[in-house]
């Protein structure tokens, strides 16, 4: 190429990248936003955050500006809530302020506004209000969910009790038992743990609870704009998606054939017969569409979260024995070894509930919540946030809070007790968020983390295949989810 083409390229790239630099720095000075790193042109602060524990970045960066800040995700700001009082003042205080829902692109490419999760405004308002008097009501006065818990409880012992003592990747079999009570919920159904479209589900959610944490996946997050038009690994979780979808459907499809108005068994049925009852309301939000999305939402939420808790909890307690002995000690006082473990038997194990907190407390499964977003434009604190912001509540902040939890890296049933043994309840506990956006599922999470556990210790000794100083701990990976590491162990018959 001629030198002076060469020269005159450079300068035009030069000079481009300098307006640019320029036009991008005086935008970003105009935004009055809460104080924060300065970001770069088109890739914000991310190489000031380590993509592989960005809550724990996130914590870093809040310690420097404060407890509210502005981080730069590629070219959009992001305002951080870090600690209980900031969380508190917006998700409970201000609660309908900042109760719209955050974009994560990859999924607002999927869901489109639709589903319980991903959805805003009054067609949110409308699926959560419906979704929880459902949750909370269902079956019309049928079984009741405890009910559904404890038989899968026993169904889970008979497949525990298969591995004969041997090593085994608890993964599957702990997904099972969750997967099957949310799908008694949604369907009437229930699948044996042996079922290959069942096991089909089990893995392609569990692939894509691991795909949410990729570094391609964040990628896309990021650069939406970009990554669209590239192969790699978000195009397999779109397509897992678009699996469970069809699954769902044709579950729908099943169940509109034999409706039942004075006998509806399930969610669906509910579901369907809401929109039975809006058909002429054009502006109605029941349609397939939401129903589909939104029994993914469920099937998905309730599905691997529990699982992956019960994963880690097992983890946890086998790491250290003192706390499986004293919960053995509580079983055998309170329950025996041949009742049931019922809900009701919390008030009378408080060790045993502490434990379960501090499992979902240490854990820390999603350590920022799902992005919020502020409805309106909002003076919060001394701060000036436009309408559209995304607003992410870091819970991890609150759940290793030192002044609230000693030593909070540590694995500490203690944290939930008081000194004569009594368990002590903390407005800090918060694994499933606080306020309009909190969890519909944190009641049947609760129920079924504390029956499977106690149903499993009932009836085994955990035993690791190592000495237990040397259990790893430490998660896979710690992005959107806390992901928990690969292991085995032996379950002893007691």
Known sequence: MDPWAVTTLTLVVCVSFLVILSLWRKDYKGRKLPPGPAPLPLIGNLLQLDMKDFSTSLCKLSEKYGPVITVYVGSQPMVILHGYKALKEALIDQGDIFGGRGKIPIFDDIYKGHGIVFSHGEKWKQIRRFSLMTLRNFGMGKRSIEERIQEEAQFLLEELRKTNGQPFDPTFILGCAPCNVISSILFHQRFNYDNEEFLSMMRILNDNFILLNSPVVQLYNNFPWLFRYFP???????????????????????HQEILDPN???????????KMKQDQKNLESVFDLENLAITAMDLFDAGTETTSSTLRYGLLLI???????????????????????????????????????????????????????????DTQ?????????????????????????????????????????????????????????????????????????????????TLKSTIDTKEINIKPCSTGLFTVPPKFQLCLLPR
């Open 232 to 254: 790699g690994l978000h195009k397999i979780f779109f397509s897992n998606i678009n699996i469970l979808k069809e699954f769902i459907l044709e579950k729908t499809k099943k």
């Open 263 to 273: 006998n509806l068994k399930n969610y669906i049925d509910c579901f369907l017969y």
């Open 318 to 376: 086998m790491k250290h024995p003192e706390v499986q002995d004293k919960i053995h000690e509580e079983i055998d006082r309170v329950i025996g070894q041949h009742r049931t473990p019922s809900i009701k038997d919390k008030l009378e194990m408080p060790y045993t509930e502490a434990v379960m907190h501090e499992i979902q407390r240490y854990v820390n499964l999603t350590p920022f919540s799902l992005p919020h977003q502020v409805t309106c």
């Open 380 to 460: 919060f604190q001394q701060y000036f946030i436009p309408k559209g912001t995304t607003v992410l509540p870091l819970l991890s902040s609150v759940l290793f809070d030192p002044k609230e939890f000693p030593n909070p890296h540590e694995f500490d049933p203690g944290h939930f007790l008081n000194k004569d043994g009594s368990f002590r309840k903390s407005d800090y506990f918060m694994p499933f968020s606080i306020g309009k956006r909190a969890c519909v599922g944190e009641g049947l999470a609760k129920m079924e983390l504390f029956l499977f556990l106690v149903t499993i210790l009932q009836n085994f």
